[in-house]
Every structure is written in C-alpha cells, then in structure tokens.
C-alpha cells in the first residue's frame, strides 16, 4: 500500500535535514530544527518532501545554489520541509548508491503500466526485477504490492492512472556486490569496474582491499601485479645498463655505447636515454680513458665527463653531474663516475657527454657502463 515519507528499502547512505517554516521563506539553507547544516555536493543526489510529500526537482524546487534548496513557492508557518542528501558511494559504504536517474510521467488516464520515454523524452531503462523506486503524486508505493518490474523498462501492477497524475520512477544504478566487493575478511573477486565509481571526491577503503591484478581504462592491459609477497612484477620501473667496448675519440661528443645489458620498457636509443614518465630517476656513469695508444694519458691535461638532461628533444644539453680529473704527469689511465638524481618529464633525454680528445679504448665491460632507473 502507498505510504508518506521514503521507500521500504535502504537505499543509500543518506542525511535528513528537517525545516519548520516561519512562512513566507522560498529557500531554505543552513542549520536545519535539529542544528544539523545542510550540505550536499550534487543535486542530483537530493530529495525534497513538502508536507510529506515529494517536490518535482527543477519544477517544485532548484539546487542551482550550493548546499541551499531554492525557488520553492512560498512556504506557510508551520510547513515541513525535509530534505534528504544522499552521500556520493565510496568503498567503505557499500551500501550507497554510484548513480541514480529520475524519469516522470504524467498520466493520460488509465494506465497500468508506463514504460518508453518519460514527460523530458528520456528513455525509461531498468533491467527486469530490478529495485526501484515509484512515487504517485509524491506518495511512495510499495514494489510488489503497488507495481512490479517483472518486465523489463516497464513499471507494471498499477492501479489505473487518472489523467494528470505524476508518476516519478527512480533507478539506481547498485554494484553487484557479490562480485566485486565483500564482506571484511573475503577475497575480492570478478572486476572492480572503475567506470562504474567516477566521482570528483576521494575513494575510501576500509579495512584491507584485496586484489592481484589491476586492468587499465580498457580492461585489454594489466596495468599492476602484486604477487603473494607483496612485490609489485607489473609494471615494471624503467630501467637500463648499456656499455661502450672499442675506441672513441671525445673531442665534444657523446658517448655510443655498443652493447646493452638490459632495458626494462626499451627507453633506451643507442646514444640517449627517453624518459617514459615523468618522475626522479638516478643515473650512474663509471667511465676509464686512455690515450690513443690505451697505455697512458698527457701530462698537464684535464679529462671532463658529464651526464646532460636535454628537454627540447636534443637541441639543447644541460650538464647535471660532472667528473673530471687533472693528470700531473703521464699516466696509463683514469676513472671517472659521475652520477646522482634528476627529475625528468616525459620525453627528456639524458645522455653522457665527453668534452676533451681522449679516447674511450678499454675492451672490457666493466670500464665505461652508464645505467639509471625510475626512482618514483
């Protein structure tokens, strides 16, 4: 049988906020009878009863001014305005609702069922046995016993229609729980469809949420794995190791290293590393010089190594860690190992860089090897 007031089924996390008219008022903000404030974010997610009994949204009231309930109709002393605010869902109430849509019809007269499109030329779409909401002229009806949804898009079971009543059909659209979201203590299971909870306010967990695997936007991608100890194996940071073997002249040049040891997302381009993401990577360059002859180095010069960030795509160079060593007297060699911290955006390059004549001539993998890694 139809009743005053909200529907049998919790629906949602929801507030009330009840208003005593003094008379005269045509909105209503603030400290409600009982101290609380009226707040919501979204006005689609506000219902408001007169008396008992429902306002049409956009006709009877407006939410076009925050936290306030406007363009009522003059209100009389003693009125009951109560509004009701439904909290936007989040994971750790998993009984709120992620969306709701509103349709209205006014009656012709006679009917038992609706269905098709409502009085704005909205489709009316709900799926069979689904829970609903149905208001007659504001007065709440029960499901089962005032209408049904055994078909589908079609409220069924009414008692005939006089012309001119409003019909307000309200579907929420629920997760399933079962599938994607349960109790303290279980195992998450199926996909937890982020299209499903778009909201501009924070996602609360509480407690744990269990999960292995995370798709990206599409579904197509793992975009994470974590395995049972914890580790993160998808994705996996950037990360490379590259080495120079043969001889190379500096003469103001950047290194080439011939050889890779392995490129973790394959940023590295034979001269030059291309961040992938923007973030602080940690590069390392351990660099042995010789002469031509790779049995000794002048007398009275100066070796200078640098590791350069460039972020116009190579046209410009910017030295970040330098090595450099003073030979005295002649000597067979000299080691270098520039290295340290930079914070690259997308697409930048960082490459080694060798400004004097002496020549890269060691064979061995371990003199010239130049590596880095996304640090987060």
Request: charged share 20%; hydrophobic share 35%; net charge negative.
């Amino acid at each position: 049988m139809p009743y005053i007031g909200k529907s049998p089924g919790k629906m949602g996390v929801r507030t009330r906020f009840y208003y005593t008219a003094t008379g005269g008022e045509t909105s209503k903000s603030g400290a409600d009878d009982n101290g609380l404030t009226l707040k919501f974010d979204d006005g689609e997610y506000v219902d408001v009863y007169l008396n008992g009994v429902l306002l049409v949204a956009g006709t009877d009231y407006n939410t076009s001014t925050a936290n306030t309930i406007g363009g009522l109709t003059a209100l009389v002393a003693s009125d009951i305005l109560e509004v009701i605010v439904y909290d936007i869902y989040t994971l750790a109430k998993t009984n709120s609702e992620a969306q709701r849509t509103k349709y209205y019809v006014t009656a012709t007269g006679g009917e038992t069922s609706i269905s098709g499109t409502d009085d704005n030329g909205a489709t009316i779409t709900f799926s069979a046995g689904a829970q609903i909401d149905v208001r007659l002229n504001g007065v709440s009806l029960k499901q089962g016993d005032d209408y049904n949804t055994t078909v589908a898009n079609t409220v069924g079971g009414l008692a005939a229609l006089t012309a001119g009543q409003l019909v307000e059909i309200v579907v929420y659209e629920k997760f399933v729980l079962a599938d994607m979201v349960k109790k303290s203590g279980d195992t998450m299971t199926g996909s937890l469809t982020a299209p499903s909870i778009i909201t501009t306010s924070n996602v609360d967990v509480g407690g744990s949420l269990l999960v292995d695997t995370i798709k990206e936007g599409t579904g197509s991608v793992t975009a994470m794995t974590i395995d049972s100890t914890g580790r993160i194996l998808t994705p996996a940071r950037p990360a490379f190791m590259v080495y120079k073997t043969g001889t190379q002249t500096g003469v103001n040049d950047h290194i080439s290293f011939n050889n890779t040891e392995f490129d973790i997302g394959s940023n590295w381009n034979t001269n030059y590393f291309l961040a992938p993401v923007a973030g602080v990577y940690y590069f390392s360059w351990v660099c042995q010089s010789s002469d031509s002859d790779g049995t000794r180095l002048p007398g009275s010069s100066t070796c200078a190594v640098y590791i350069e960030k460039s972020t116009d795509g190579g046209s410009n160079w910017t030295k970040m860690y330098e090595g450099n060593s003073r030979v005295q007297t002649e000597e067979s060699r000299t080691t270098l190992a520039p290295n340290g911290l930079i914070k690259l955006a997308v697409n930048d390059r960082v490459r080694c860089f060798c400004s004097t004549s002496w020549v890269y001539v060691d064979t061995l993998r371990e003199k010239n090897v130049f590596s880095g890694y996304l640090v987060g």
